[in-house]
């Protein structure tokens, strides 16, 4: 099999070499922008944000979009119009879709715990929401309602008392947000909706808007694409943030008993999103890469966004893999850490065991990514770039913090007052354990 095909979706041959862990990451298809880079290309405006608030918004979407943004904060009335006019099969798609998310939500919400380690020594763990969110809503190629049921459902599962959405600016609809965006969040009662977009609305989310009345929230949460990730990872500390959630991965594991077409199929739909997006297929039968690089042209040819779609494709970050067996298959897959990842394999449950690193996993060939973007229950806010590799997709959890209590009475610190003496002195703290001694004297 050649390099390319017509759609330029290369081919990596991996069979035969033994590479480390890092060689492997290094071999990797990756996108030619990092995040690093995309950090050094926002700092200015975020900085002018900080000093300027709203002036600096507003200016930044005049210059990237034609349009004048204000007023930021969308009204009431627009909310309302918005969601009149909504279509009825989506407003029914729309609602199914909360009640699936907020029913997985509550049912993952953290239990509070209570530790007795002895009579009068008690450790609790509550948790507690964060007081303020920003919740980011992408635009741009594409309408989002359905991340706008992912940040906000969760956030009130969990408690949250303050919840800010920001959208950006829609040269079609008069420069305010989508109008499916705005009915979104009035059917979830979400009264502060700012039409503000990309970088500039993170920063906005973390320094505040003072000419507004905007005051600056506790934690930032949503995807978008590289320089809304770069945005939060360079705002992280002034904000709290729920992962990188950058410019969308998908990547399909798969063996000879596999749909081909079901596979070009998936890899199209992410493709879909933007032209920096990553499909990348993994398998160790040479027949299921070469099916799928038949059935692509014309699944390419055939769909709305045929351009993009193959602007993604041809893309460095996009790649099929070629593999000696599965079990490279599956090292592969921990290795790259992708968004997405489905299994397609003769024994889904038996590969899922060995799978560490992945931000959501779809099994089998009626779980596409697709359907995790809408209808699973399941979050569609997941970490990109290799941050499945120590993070989480958005959930409840995301939106809680635990907080532990410590609960200890004199019948219960007595027992243990001379070893926090010992420790104290052999860190050079005396006053440490003075400050126990002192209780029973």
Not at 74 to 91: F, N, P, Y
Not at 148 to 176: E, T, Y
Request: aromatic letters at 4%; one cysteine or more; glycine letters at 8%.
């Amino acid at each position: 099999m050649g390099e390319k095909n017509a759609f330029a979706l290369r081919t990596l041959d991996l069979r035969g070499k033994s590479l480390s862990s890092s060689e492997l990451n290094l071999a990797l298809p990756r996108a030619a922008l990092d995040i690093t880079e995309a950090i050094e290309l926002i700092s200015p405006l975020l900085e002018d944000v900080r000093v300027r608030g709203e002036a600096a918004v507003v200016d930044v979407t005049k210059q990237r979009d034609g349009v004048d943004p204000r007023p930021l904060l969308v009204g009431k009335e627009e909310l309302a119009a918005a969601l009149s006019s909504l279509d009825a099969d989506l407003r029914l798609a729309i609602e199914q879709a909360i009640e699936r998310v907020r029913k997985v939500s509550t049912a993952n919400l953290p239990v509070d715990t209570r530790v007795e380690l002895a009579s009068g020594a008690i450790v609790r763990q509550r948790w507690q929401p964060v007081d303020s969110v920003g919740l980011y809503v992408p635009g741009g190629k594409a309408v989002y309602p359905s991340s706008v049921i992912m940040n906000v459902v969760p956030a009130q599962v969990a408690g949250v008392g303050r919840l800010a959405v920001a959208s950006p600016a829609q040269k079609d609809f008069g420069g305010r947000p989508h109008p499916t965006v705005l009915a979104t969040a009035a059917l979830l009662g979400v009264e502060q909706v700012y039409c503000m977009g990309g970088p500039a609305a993170v920063a906005a989310f973390a320094y505040g808007l003072p000419t507004i009345g905007f005051e600056p929230v506790n934690l930032v949460t949503g995807p978008g694409n590289i320089f809304v990730a770069a945005a939060k990872r360079a705002l992280r500390g002034k904000i709290g943030i729920d992962s990188e959630a950058g410019t969308t991965e998908i990547l399909i594991l798969a063996d000879n008993s596999a749909d081909a077409k079901l596979i070009a199929y998936d890899l199209v739909s992410q493709a879909e999103h933007d032209e920096a997006a990553a499909s990348v297929l993994v398998t160790d039968s040479l027949e299921i890469a070469e099916q799928v690089q038949r059935e692509l042209p014309a699944i390419v040819a055939s769909t709305s966004h045929s351009e993009r779609v193959s602007a993604a494709l041809a893309g460095q970050q996009s790649a099929i893999l070629l593999v000696d067996n599965l079990d490279a298959a599956i090292q592969v897959s921990n290795d790259y850490a992708t968004e997405h990842l489905e299994i397609h394999t003769r024994d889904n449950e038996a590969v899922l065991k060995r799978i560490t690193n992945a931000g959501a996993i779809f099994l089998g060939e009626f779980s596409p990514v697709s359907l995790g973007d809408y209808m699973a229950g399941s979050s569609h806010v997941l970490p990109t770039g290799q941050q499945a590799k120590f993070g989480s997709g958005l959930g409840v959890h995301s939106f809680l913090r635990p907080q532990q209590i410590i609960d200890y009475n004199r019948e219960g610190l007595e027992p243990i007052s001379k070893m926090v003496q010992s420790f104290a002195n052999a860190e050079g703290l005396p006053a440490h354990g003075e400050a126990v001694a002192a209780r029973f004297e």
